[in-house]
């Protein structure tokens, strides 16, 4: 069968020019096309028919074959509750230049399918029962001929109808008992609740269990599931074995314990179990989801990556993804699309993900035919040609066959499979919605509909598997489980979450107040660092690199050499340390391998070459893994991946970051339902560290703010630290001390731009060697007593400052640097302030406009200070788009601080805009300073 597969992705003129040629000279063709016209000519001498005709009529077999395979898919009986949408042409024979006097006639073609030379009519009955029953499937569009043959080659012989033994179909039978009966009685007990019921796709828990089972069978040892709110507790229930009295508990109870925060709804809630299989123990994974439905969708994808990593030394064969959508959502949210490109790249790829579609044919309200411009909600799976199965909701046996070969087909070729449910919702949205109001129609036929349940249970009766009493007690038997469980779970108030991947997050806390106190030690000895330095700085010399990254590694080697550690430098050499004691570095991002601004230079291209060499990865053999990689143009799928790793590899530092920071927000669903609040809803820990480049340099609007705001905005207790440093030692310190503490949680790192070449913005290696990461930098050029005014700021902007300052020499003026900005460190902000008793006037100085930016955020923390703030204007847009505007702009800025007043202290720099001639006493009585704060935006 297989030496003809290409025989169907043919077209006709094309193997009539062949069989042409077969006949002058057989051995100018191809051996497997001289096997097939051999039967041809065999029909020839053993039928009474011309050659040609027989030769045209063979043909147009094999095209309808090609049909069948290509466009069945079209045809099948796949909708359980609604007349299939009509397409041409059909697959009726006469569009194949065949007719109903060809039915009983015999052709060669049916080798093609296994059949041998049959007559047409059975060659039509195989394809139709293969292609255009309750499985129908899109394939022929795969470009590797050897998967498309081993479909053929599976799907062909058994005609996609699964031939189960008795214990087969007893095991699908429970589960459908389970899925059915644990929605029922919860539709009885928690009347008006939501919930999300599953009725209508109950084929799901079998068509999983079957996934686990087979998954098993082949090597598969962990299972990471993504899944939205449709079905989540009857998986939890009946797949990840929840206990139903935890769930019904959830329903009813009025608090938490002490393990989470504000939790979250029950069906937002993830799980994790070791479920015991026919082939072994299998660790399930159910990760948490918001209602932003395709959320978790790159979160699944990434922990699967460090799990295949870490724990299975990158064997993908041990561990799987599967993400479960729903048709809109797959249809409608980009970030499917985000990740299915992700799929096939080096730095991303999981080895194939299982997705499965439960599709209700409608969204919240809307009709199919208003969610989507496509045929199927599963045409995104296209993009990376990955095999498309289209099953009926209401064939539990179907399913459960579609998912094993969709295990055995990424477990042997390592790509994404799609597996459409077509099926309904028995409810509307949720349990309290009216249908009705919008699907009248769609909705009159549900409401008579048997459920899956009760269709697989007659058929199991009509084969005489079961009878109806057995049905009956097993009915009975489950539902009087559900009610002890619910009994139980009526003892208590209390709602217990179970931290989530427990076995590997084990040894980290949540943080405490008192733990940002102060910061750990974090520095490395200066020998080990200058070797570190050493190694970084050396390139193979059996390997050509471009001149200019030749010079720059010398440059480097002189920047050691002569003590000034940059930016870069203090970077890579807190990952080097990390490596060397242990700690996995993982960093992606759009240009970040070099670093968008052509700063970090972590690898190195070789000349005329596409190799690159990482200097990160040769430190020592018993180095960490070290990977750095350039990631696809796109934010939340990325952001959303490295969330996943993390959650992964707790001993590991992953970093995402931007491009410019600004872009952060396209990923901002992933900062607002993962990174601040995940700890808090759902008990999860994880220690990413975001990379945002922002400044104001007159790029315009898109390039200068990375919305520090929005992250103070969200920032609560200890759920994230928000950095802004402003040397290359502490972000040095910053990093490693993400990894030497037993709590981990997001760090948000405001990057710079100018200040990787500036010359100001240097450490010495002893500052690297000696202490801790500095909450706050305190000003070393000043006379404490002299100052008159304490200048409060952060970032990049402290440098225009001390510019303006040394030219001044303005040692009464004190420029105090907040590099960590949450949990904010007032009491030590408060310590350096006492220095400074003979103080006026505090000031809070940023570039940003003044509704944007630290101010508020800061004002709020530092009532007893009054500060003044110093910024740009409130505005909606970020920055200005003219060069020449920000120039003027931020000179403003800094000469509003340094500006002299006309009271009678005129060294004061005191920032009132007085009047020539009044004293101190009167500006301020004037200004009403102490109650009202004068404002110095511009």
Same mark, same amino acid.
């Given at each position: 069968?297989?030496?003809f ?8 003129e ?13 051995d100018?063709?191809d ?14 001498r ?8 027989v ?10 074959i090609?049909?069948y395979?290509? =466009?069945?898919?079209?045809?099948? /009986? ?6 299939r949408?009509?397409?041409?042409p059909?697959?009726d ?5 065949l &007719? ?6 015999v052709f ?5 399918i296994g ?5 047409l ?11 255009c ?9 795969i470009?590797?001929p050897e998967?498309?043959?081993w ?6 012989r ?12 007893m ?16 539709h009885?007990k928690?009347?008006?609740q939501?919930r ?8 799901l ?16 040892k ?13 998986v939890? &229930?009946?797949?990840l ?6 769930i019904?508990?959830?329903f009813?109870?009025d608090?938490?314990?002490d393990?989470i925060?504000l939790?979250d ?8 179990n070791s479920?015991d299989?026919?082939?072994g123990?299998v ?6 989801n918001p209602?932003?439905?395709?959320a ?6 990434g922990l699967t990556?460090s799990?295949a990593?870490?724990a299975y ?5 041990k561990?799987?993804p599967?993400?479960?959508h729903?048709?809109?959502?797959i ?12 799929a096939?790249?080096?730095?991303y790829s999981?080895g194939?993900t ?5 599709n209700?044919?409608?969204g ?5 035919l208003?969610a989507?411009?496509?045929t199927?909600?599963t ?11 289209h ?19 990424r ?6 499979v799609?597996i459409?449910?077509?099926?309904? =919702?028995?409810?509307?949205h ?5 249908? =009705?109001?919008?699907?009248p129609?769609?909705y ?8 899956? =349940?009760d ?7 009509e ?11 097993f009915?009975?038997?489950?539902n009087?489980m ?8 009526q ?5 217990h979450?179970r931290?989530?991947?427990q ?8 943080a ?12 490395v000895?200066?020998?080990q660092l ?11 010399a059996d390997?050509?690199f471009?001149?200019k ?7 480097r080697k002189k920047?050691?050499k002569e003590?000034?550690i940059?930016?870069?430098m ?11 004691e ?10 970040s391998?070099?670093?968008?601004f052509?700063?970090r230079h972590?690898g190195?291209t ?13 430190l ?5 893994i070290f990977?750095i ?15 996943g790793? /993390? ?6 530092l ?7 920071g ?5 990923g ?6 993962f990174?601040?609040?995940a ?5 999860l820990k ?5 990379f ?9 609007p ?10 103070l ?5 200890n759920?994230?630290q928000?950095l802004?440093?402003?040397?290359? /030692? ?8 993400q ?5 981990r ?5 405001f990057?710079p731009k100018?200040?990787?070449?500036h ?9 690297l060697?000696d202490?801790?990461?500095q909450?706050?930098?305190?000003d070393?050029d ?5 100052v008159k005014r304490v ?6 902007i ?12 303005a040692?009464?003026?004190?420029l105090?640097?907040?590099?960590q900005?949450?949990p904010?460190p ?6 350096v302030i006492?220095r ?6 505090n ?5 940003e406009?003044e509704n944007?930016g ?5 004002e ?7 500060p ?9 847009s ?6 020449g505007?920000h ?6 800025i800094?000469g ?5 007043c006309?009271?009678?202290l ?5 920032g ?7 004293t101190?006493?009167?500006?301020l009585?004037?200004?009403k300073y102490f ?5 110095f935006?511009?």
């Amino acid at each position: 069968m297989d030496s003809f597969s290409f025989v169907g992705n043919s077209d006709i003129e094309a193997i009539e020019k062949l069989y042409e040629d077969y006949r002058n000279n057989p051995d100018s063709v191809d051996e497997s096309m001289r096997n097939f016209f051999r039967g041809f000519d065999f029909a020839f001498r053993n039928f009474n028919h011309s050659g040609e005709g027989v030769v045209g009529k063979e043909f147009n077999v094999i095209n309808l074959i090609h049909g069948y395979r290509q =466009r069945g898919h079209l045809f099948t /009986a796949t909708n359980p509750v609604r007349t299939r949408r009509k397409y041409f042409p059909t697959l009726d024979i006469e569009n194949f230049g065949l &007719s109903e006097d060809d039915l009983d006639v015999v052709f060669q073609a049916g080798k093609e399918i296994g059949l041998g030379p049959v007559p047409l009519r059975d060659i039509i009955s195989h394809l139709k029962q293969t292609y255009c029953g309750s499985v129908g499937v899109e394939y022929l569009y795969i470009r590797h001929p050897e998967m498309v043959s081993w479909l053929k080659r599976r799907m062909e012989r058994v005609r996609n109808t699964p031939s189960f033994t008795v214990d087969k179909k007893m095991r699908i039978f429970h589960r459908l008992k389970e899925a059915a009966g644990f929605e029922s009685f919860i539709h009885r007990k928690f009347v008006g609740q939501k919930r999300f019921s599953l009725e209508g796709s109950e084929v799901l828990i079998p068509g999983l269990d079957a996934i686990i089972e087979k998954g098993a069978a082949l090597g598969i040892k962990e299972v990471m599931i993504g899944m939205s709110h449709r079905g989540r507790l009857n998986v939890l &229930s009946n797949i990840l074995k929840k206990p139903v009295r935890d769930i019904f508990n959830e329903f009813n109870g009025d608090q938490y314990d002490d393990s989470i925060s504000l939790g979250d709804v029950k069906y937002h809630l993830g799980y994790d179990n070791s479920i015991d299989t026919l082939s072994g123990t299998v660790k399930v994974n159910l990760l948490p989801n918001p209602s932003h439905l395709e959320a978790v969708t790159p979160v699944v994808e990434g922990l699967t990556r460090s799990r295949a990593e870490q724990a299975y030394d990158k064997d993908f064969n041990k561990v799987i993804p599967l993400v479960i959508h729903g048709d809109s959502a797959i249809a409608g949210q980009g970030v499917v699309y985000e990740v299915v490109q992700m799929a096939g790249l080096n730095g991303y790829s999981t080895g194939g993900t299982i997705h499965i579609v439960i599709n209700n044919q409608v969204g919240f309200t809307t009709n199919y035919l208003d969610a989507r411009s496509s045929t199927y909600s599963t045409d995104v799976g296209k993009v990376t040609r990955s095999p498309v199965f289209h099953i009926n909701g209401d064939d539990a046996e179907a399913m459960v066959y579609a998912l094993e070969l969709a295990v055995e087909y990424r477990q042997t070729f390592h790509t994404d499979v799609f597996i459409d449910i077509l099926s309904y =919702r028995k409810h509307g949205h949720n349990e309290g919605d009216e249908p =009705r109001f919008t699907q009248p129609t769609l909705y009159k036929a549900i409401a008579t509909h048997p459920n899956p =349940r009760d269709i697989y249970a007659r058929k199991l009766i009509e084969e005489n598997v079961l009878t109806k009493k057995e049905i009956e007690k097993f009915q009975n038997d489950f539902n009087q489980m559900l009610e002890t469980g619910l009994a139980e779970s009526q003892k208590t108030d209390i709602v217990h979450i179970r931290p989530f991947l427990q076995d590997i997050w084990g040894k980290f806390r949540h943080a405490e107040d008192s733990d940002f106190n102060e910061s750990p030690q974090t520095g490395v000895d200066k020998d080990q660092l200058i070797d570190l330095a050493e190694k970084i700085n050396t390139l193979p010399a059996d390997k050509k690199f471009f001149r200019k990254l030749e010079k720059l590694v010398e440059d480097r080697k002189k920047m050691v050499k002569e003590d000034r550690i940059d930016w870069a430098m203090g970077e890579l050499l807190a990952y080097a340390s990390l490596l060397m004691e242990g700690h996995p570095v993982r960093i992606s991002g759009q240009d970040s391998v070099r670093g968008t601004f052509a700063h970090r230079h972590a690898g190195f291209t070789l000349e005329d070459m596409a190799e690159s060499y990482f200097p990160l990865q040769h430190l020592s053999p018993e180095q960490a893994i070290f990977n750095i990689y350039n990631s696809p143009l796109n934010e939340y799928g990325v952001m959303g991946f490295e969330y996943g790793f /993390a959650l992964g590899v707790p001993d590991g530092l992953t970093i995402w970051e931007a491009q410019f920071g600004d872009f952060f927000n396209v990923g901002q669903v992933v900062v607002d339902q993962f990174i601040s609040s995940a700890e808090e809803k759902w008990g999860l820990k994880n220690g990413l560290v975001l990379f945002l480049p922002h400044g104001f340099e007159g790029q315009g609007p898109e390039h200068s703010s990375a919305r520090i705001e929005r992250f103070l905005n969200q920032a609560a207790g200890n759920n994230m630290q928000i950095l802004n440093c402003t040397t290359p /030692a502490n972000l040095f310190h910053a990093l490693r001390r993400q990894m030497k503490r037993d709590f981990r949680i997001p760090m948000v790192v405001f990057t710079p731009k100018s200040l990787l070449r500036h010359p100001l913005c240097i450490s010495r290696m002893d500052e690297l060697a000696d202490g801790a990461f500095q909450e706050v930098l305190d000003d070393e050029d000043t006379d404490p007593e002299s100052v008159k005014r304490v200048v409060l700021c952060s970032g990049k902007i402290y440098y225009d400052l001390l510019a303006r300052k040394q030219e001044l020499n303005a040692r009464d003026v004190a420029l105090i640097r907040i590099e960590q900005l949450h949990p904010f460190p007032k009491h030590k902000i408060l310590e350096v302030i006492k220095r400074y008793p003979n103080a006026l006037l505090n000031l809070w100085v940023q570039e940003e406009p003044e509704n944007m930016g630290a101010w508020y955020y800061v004002e709020n923390q530092l009532p007893e200070l009054k500060p003044v703030p110093v910024a740009r204007l409130a505005s909606a847009s970020p920055a200005t788009g003219l060069s020449g505007l920000h120039v003027v702009g931020q000179k403003e800025i800094i000469g509003k601080v340094f500006k002299k007043c006309h009271c009678e202290l005129k060294n004061d720099y005191c920032g009132l805009q007085c009047v020539e001639g009044k004293t101190r006493a009167e500006i301020l009585k004037q200004h009403k300073y102490f109650e009202t704060p004068q404002r110095f935006s511009i």
